[in-house]
């Protein structure tokens, strides 16, 4: 599994940098972009990463050749469907999530089916795009898994479900407004309070 959830890992850390770096600027106003304060070169510092052939583009090559040469998805594949299974035995407000994990895992399996089928340089042109699913499905079904014994970490992984695998879900999702407070304080939730805030608006 770690042959390819490394790199996958590190292509998501490079561009979460450069998301952390923005948020910094814009959470201090003005002052972001005031060269004496240093936020301007953190930003510069992190977009190096996801340009063409920065580390991001390295990494997402480096899932690429995993499952090319040591078929390293098949690992991948069996701990979503693992993760998936698990939810059986949790909230029914994580049949959702379950589904929407599954169809993105489907997706993601056809993608790599299709990899030594077609022209090598659109492979390699599409081995951010093919990451990416890897990535977001991953964390969609390990977040699931969680959630299957825990009606608060299901609400997480719900709202992740809506907001990263579903173009559509996120704007019917009333979860942070319902129950966004007792999530971050870690406050225990009861399944009936968690399938109220997973209804959508």
Not at 55 to 76: K, Q, T, Y
Not at 78 to 90: K, Q
């Amino acid at each position: 599994l770690r042959r390819i959830l490394v790199p996958a890992a590190k292509v998501r850390l490079c561009r979460f940098g450069v998301e952390a770096a923005n948020d910094a600027d814009e959470l201090v106003g003005g002052n972001g972009y005031c060269e004496d304060w240093g936020l301007t070169r953190l930003l510069r510092d992190a977009v190096c990463h996801p340009i063409w052939e920065g580390s991001e583009n390295i990494c997402a090559l480096d899932v690429l050749r995993a499952i090319r040469r040591e078929n390293a998805h098949e690992a991948v594949l069996a701990r979503i469907d693992a993760a998936i299974e698990s939810t059986r035995s949790g909230p029914e407000l994580l049949a959702e999530a379950a589904l929407e994990v599954r169809s993105n895992r489907d997706a993601l399996a056809a993608h790599i089916a299709e990899i030594d089928m077609i022209d090598a340089d659109w492979t390699h042109a599409g081995a951010g795009r093919l990451t990416d699913l890897l990535i977001r499905t991953v964390s969609a079904a390990l977040l699931c898994e969680q959630g299957a014994s825990d009606p608060r970490k299901s609400l997480v992984a719900l709202r992740y479900v809506r907001q990263r695998l579903m173009p559509d879900g996120q704007w019917g999702d009333r979860i942070a407004f319902a129950a966004g407070r007792s999530i971050l304080s870690h406050d225990a939730i009861d399944e009936s309070t968690a399938a109220s805030a997973a209804l959508a608006a």
